[in-house]
């Protein structure tokens, strides 16, 4: 079973940077695909950036495309996310998961809070 544990949120300025961090548990994580999902309250989670398993190939959500990167370090077991030119809409909770089930049990989130 791989545990899941995000970090790296914090309250930013608009236009500001945040690195993100995710720590799996067990040797299944180089396998899969990752990706990095976002829920605002009152809206449904969403998937904003995916990587294969080897970090060869990269995927964005529109409203990331251009200022997040998604990396990973296999031997690390810990998948990242650099957010750049941060935006008050990008204010949310951010999950690490696959991206596609069946998914890893859910961790608990990392608050990004992004003020104008």
């Known amino acids: 079973q791989v545990q899941l544990v995000e970090s790296g949120g914090g309250l930013v300025q608009a236009g500001g940077s945040l690195r993100l961090s995710c720590a799996a548990s067990?040797?299944?994580?180089?396998?899969?695909?990752m990706g990095w999902y976002r829920q605002a309250p009152g809206k449904q989670r969403e998937l904003v950036a995916a990587?294969?398993?080897?970090?060869?190939?990269?995927n964005y959500a529109d409203s990331a495309k251009g200022r997040f990167t998604i990396s990973r370090d296999n031997a690390k077991s810990t998948l990242y996310l650099q957010m750049n030119s941060l935006k008050p809409e990008d204010t949310a909770v951010y999950y690490c998961?696959?991206?596609?089930?069946?998914?890893?049990?859910w961790g608990q989130g990392t608050q990004v809070t992004v003020s104008s």
């Open positions: 990587i294969i398993s080897s970090g060869g190939s990269t």
């Open positions: 998961n696959k991206p596609y089930g069946p998914w890893y049990s």
């Open positions: 067990g040797s299944i994580f180089r396998m899969n695909s």
